[in-house]
């Protein structure tokens, strides 16, 4: 139902971009529950497969980065295949992995726990566009204490290897 995206590049945020996306069907009450998305707020957005174009281009090049990322790619996968689109070539870096080992003192990995950990201000959880840049502020704060001498290889190996669509 949303698609969120932080684009950043040596520290600095370049761009945002986020999609309220209608699934075509009613959104069951949980979800609402947890990112407060309802059904009457993406009644007259467009469908995955109207949006996932303008997505395309706008991850083009990129290196993704997202938390628990199996769980995000297998829908987006899901959705892509459905749409008829071919799977995006980029690589993944799940942050979920890599915060582990960055901070296996936290009792949880969550974003929010994280963040906590972390000493980054949250205030708006579980929406697409939020979380995404709670995840770059986490990692760019983690890479600074570090005295970023961080190359993307590294990162790779520290969250377990990059995977594919």
Do not use: C
Request: charged letters at 30%; a positive charge.
């Amino acid at each position: 139902v949303e698609i969120g995206v932080v684009k950043f590049r040596n520290g600095e945020v370049v761009e945002e971009k986020s999609w309220l996306v209608n699934p075509l069907r009613d959104i069951p009450y949980w979800a609402t529950k947890v990112h407060g998305i309802t059904d009457k707020m993406v009644k007259d957005q467009p469908s995955f497969k109207d949006v996932y174009p303008e997505f395309q281009k706008f991850i083009s090049g990129s290196v993704l980065m997202a938390h628990n990322a199996k769980f995000d790619i297998s829908f987006m996968k899901a959705e892509i295949k459905r749409a008829g689109y071919d799977l995006p070539p980029n690589l993944v870096i799940d942050s979920l992995k890599l915060f582990r080992k960055w901070y296996p003192q936290a009792t949880s990995h969550s974003v929010e726990a994280v963040a906590r950990q972390a000493e980054v201000e949250t205030d708006i959880l579980h929406r697409a566009a939020a979380d995404s840049l709670y995840v770059f502020l986490i990692f760019d704060k983690s890479v600074k204490e570090r005295n970023g001498k961080y190359k993307l290889g590294d990162i790779y190996d520290q969250s377990g290897g990059a995977m594919r669509f």
